[in-house]
């Protein structure tokens, strides 16, 4: 299922590049670290990497081939997407506009939707999956199990991607009590991250930006 350790080394390093590289699920990841915390960073991590690998399934079982011949089924899922992003930004944003209580942040974003959140925004990133369609196969054999190797490939690289993604979330709870120790701090950093959201809308509707 796997190539010769040569080769597997190079998907890894490419993976590993790619992982470091910022997109949607990295300011996604980022945001949510920022504004409610830790846990909230960590179950964003999990819902973005279950996103990945339907994306990754789907793209074993040919979802990417359908993409490239549909461009309206690429169109559909690339604006459901959109439209998701746009609704997580308005709704922090308008969170962020009421005024807050003692209680803590994570209380109003339980991490069971944070979790949700992230499995949605990576699920609905058509260019995720035909990420896949186009970078496993430089990698396979041709002569073994097409969906062994592109899941084994797959699972490889969104464990670098969760490394990655945690070390972003360790970082962002490190420097965020320096960022927001005051209400009105956090206020505005709460709507810094609507604002990240709304600006991942339009940037995936444009389709500008690159699979993470």
Request: glycine share 8%.
């Amino acid at each position: 299922m796997l190539p010769e350790m040569p080769l597997l080394l190079a998907f890894i390093g490419a993976s590993l590049a790619l992982a470091l590289s910022p997109g949607p699920a990295v300011v996604y990841i980022v945001a949510r670290t920022l504004s409610q915390g830790r846990a909230c960073g960590f179950a964003s991590v999990l819902g973005v990497a279950l996103g990945n690998l339907a994306n990754a399934v789907g793209a074993a079982l040919g979802l990417a081939a359908l993409f490239s011949v549909s461009s309206a089924a690429f169109t559909v899922v690339k604006w459901a997407g959109a439209a998701y992003l746009f609704y997580l930004g308005i709704r922090m944003w308008r969170a962020a506009s009421t005024p807050t209580e003692a209680a803590p942040q994570p209380k109003l974003q339980p991490l069971r939707r944070v979790f949700r959140d992230g499995f949605v925004v990576a699920l609905l990133n058509p260019k995720t999956t035909l990420f896949f369609a186009a970078f496993l196969p430089q990698f396979m054999d041709a002569h073994a199990s097409p969906l062994l190797q592109t899941l084994a490939l797959a699972g490889i690289f969104i464990g670098v991607a969760c490394c990655t993604d945690l070390m972003y979330v360790l970082t962002a709870s490190a420097i965020a009590p320096r960022l927001g120790g005051a209400t009105r701090h956090a206020v505005w950093g709460n709507r810094l991250a609507a604002s990240s959201f709304i600006g991942l809308g339009v940037l995936t509707a444009m389709g500008v930006r690159p699979v993470r």
